[in-house]
């Protein structure tokens, strides 16, 4: 098995063991036969996450406002690796956490992402406004696209609100401006973990320019 043969090329200890014990531990539906034990992940300090380190990108953050589906988290982590972003704010109640599924949908992203676990994450935006970081809020209603933001360089987080209901009132309150991305029909808006997508890339693209 070429997965084994890579542990055991990176010195990982490889074992076999029965179908139901490995069921049993994965502790998800469909562990495809594979389970690795690791450390558990350190949680990164949101203040350090904010700060500005000289001939390092400016923080690029995605902050999660009430999202509870593990396979959006999983899918919104995985999107911000792959767009460069620095860091990830996470609310400890009322929000999903790095669960078995949201690690397997994120594809191996959560090694990459460091993650700020807050106790409120309307006080958590408030931080960042303070350190620097333009809070960028994503409410399909919002009269300002996300296309038109004046976005170069500087420090900046992405809020996404939770299936169904959005943007809270009091993150909405937290943020320097709230934009929407541009419907052409169909359902009233985008799955949020498509809407992450979008503004994540409209951020990679504005830096580059």
Known sequence: ???A????????PVRTVARARLDAAARTEAPQ?????????AEADLDVLCRRVPGAPAPFLLAFD??????????LIRTAACAG??????????????????????????????????????????????????????????????????LATEPVALVLGAEGSGLSRLAQERC???????????PGSLNVSAAGAVACYEVVRRRRE
Request: hydrophobic letters at 50%.
């Open 85 to 150: 972003a620095t860091g990830a704010v996470l609310s400890r109640h009322r929000s999903a956490y790095v669960t078995p599924t949201v690690a397997k949908v994120a594809a191996g992203a959560i090694e990459h992402v460091p993650l700020a676990l807050v106790a409120g994450l309307p006080a958590a935006l408030a931080r960042m406004r303070n350190s620097g970081v333009w809070v960028v809020g994503l409410h399909p209603e919002a009269a300002t696209s996300v296309f038109h933001l004046t």
């Open 5 to 12: 043969d890579l542990g055991r090329d990176q010195g990982v």
């Open 66 to 75: 009430g999202i509870t589906d593990p396979h959006n988290l999983g899918a």
């Open 1 to 3: 098995m070429e997965i």
């Open 176 to 186: 320097d401006v709230v934009v929407s991305i541009p419907r052409g029909g169909g």
């Open 33 to 41: 036969g594979v389970l690795a034990h690791a450390e558990p992940l």
